[in-house]
């Protein structure tokens, strides 16, 4: 039960010291949120179905899913949405995965990814502004939920 406990804190400050340049005050910053939000105005939308999807699909539709997320990723542009359903995302084709596109992700009731017990799931470049919501992570086999804005809703913003 201790050590539980001391990889929870461990964790916890690991995240908050990654986090503590997306908090940080800076000019751009503000500049960079305006261009992101403008931007969404005209995102396409693609749809991913750890389930049911197939990765020759274009994901233009819940109908026309792609299965990974790193699918979804290759076919996405800046400032696209992606939609991602219920299931667990793990594996090559779901973590490790280099998000170097300002992206708006939202799950599910049921959706998380799974990093198993590595200790990170994606890699994101600096200028790279990513919006996740309704997405449970789990990392080093800890449960971080990112539920609604109404609980706790990650914006993250790295220069």
């Not at 010291?17 to 396409?44: I, K, R, W, Y």
């Not at 299965?67 to 594996?91: H, M, Q, R, V, W």
């Amino acid at each position: 039960m201790k050590i539980n406990k001391i990889y929870f804190i461990l964790f916890a400050l690991i995240l908050l010291g990654t986090l503590a340049p997306c908090f940080a005050s800076d000019s751009n910053q503000t500049e960079v949120l305006n261009n992101h939000n403008n931007d969404l105005l005209m995102s396409d939308s693609i749809y991913v179905d750890v389930n049911n999807g197939d990765d020759i699909n274009d994901g233009k539709t819940q109908d026309t899913s792609v299965k990974s997320f790193s699918k979804a990723i290759e076919i996405a542009k800046d400032n696209d949405t992606i939609y991602l359903s219920d299931g667990i995302y793990e594996g090559l084709d779901n973590t490790k995965i280099t998000l170097d596109k300002s992206l708006n992700v939202y799950g599910s009731q049921n959706t998380t990814f799974d990093a198993k017990f590595s200790s990170y799931l994606f890699i994101v470049p600096d200028n790279v502004c990513l919006s996740f919501k309704n997405i449970n992570f789990i990392i080093l086999n800890i449960i971080l939920q990112i539920i609604t804005v109404f609980h706790l809703n990650l914006f993250m913003v790295v220069q």
